[in-house]
């Protein structure tokens, strides 16, 4: 089994389509009338499919991906599932507003998210706001086709391969240990004795 197979079955395949699973069906309960749920987990959904987008475009690219890589992978692996991230320019758009706007104000640029099981369509419009809206029910569903047509790829091809072990590698190495130790130093933070606490 290789690398790229231990991470997708772990990061995407379970813990991804896990959690998202979980933030859709508390959805539906919650337009069925259950009031348990105070929200209905529109933006953590959201928010979560782009983490992921980020965190492969990352290993597509062998590097941390920057805005325009992201908008590259999106429309390679997306384009084919919806008309509307074909493009590339509509690609960086599109991340721009929602990811963007998500991330940094909590809220898409001047856009909406909304749960629609009953419709095939990324992008909702608001007919009294006219706003735009992303639909996370299919923006999950096409997600999920783009990151195993990605992950066929690296079965097939050795370079995408290589670029995957790269920033996987540096993660690790690099990511990882410094931020580790950053926060070690910050807080003179002990491994050891808070294991034994």
């Known amino acids: 089994m290789s690398l790229h197979d231990d991470v997708f079955r772990q990061q995407v395949w379970a813990f991804f389509c896990d959690d998202l699973e979980s933030c859709l069906f508390v959805s539906k309960l919650k337009q069925c009338g259950i009031k348990e749920f105070k929200g209905g987990l529109n933006f953590t959904a959201a928010l979560t499919i782009f983490s992921v987008i980020d965190f492969l475009a990352g290993f597509w690219m062998g590097k941390k991906a920057?805005?325009?890589?992201?908008?590259k992978f999106i429309c390679k692996y997306f384009g084919k599932y919806s008309l509307a991230l074909s493009d590339e320019k509509l690609c960086k758009q599109f991340y721009?507003?929602?990811?963007?706007?998500?991330?940094?104000?909590?809220?898409?640029?001047?856009?909406?998210?909304a749960m629609d099981f009953t419709v095939e369509h990324l992008i909702l419009e608001d007919k009294s706001t006219k706003l735009?809206?992303?639909?996370?029910?299919?923006?999950?569903?096409?997600?999920?086709?783009?990151?195993?047509?990605?992950?066929?790829?690296?079965?097939?091809?050795?370079?995408?391969?290589?670029?995957?072990?790269?920033?996987?590698?540096?993660?690790?190495?690099?990511?990882?240990m410094q931020s580790l130790e950053y926060f070690k130093s910050l807080y003179n933070f002990d491994v050891e004795k808070s294991k034994k606490q």
């Open 66 to 71: 920057e805005q325009s890589e992201i908008a």
């Open 96 to 113: 721009n507003v929602f990811r963007n706007g998500l991330s940094h104000q909590w809220s898409p640029k001047l856009s909406g998210v």
């Open 132 to 176: 735009l809206h992303l639909n996370v029910p299919f923006f999950y569903k096409i997600s999920v086709k783009a990151f195993r047509d990605y992950e066929k790829d690296l079965d097939s091809d050795p370079t995408l391969a290589e670029k995957f072990k790269r920033r996987y590698d540096n993660l690790i190495e690099n990511d990882g």
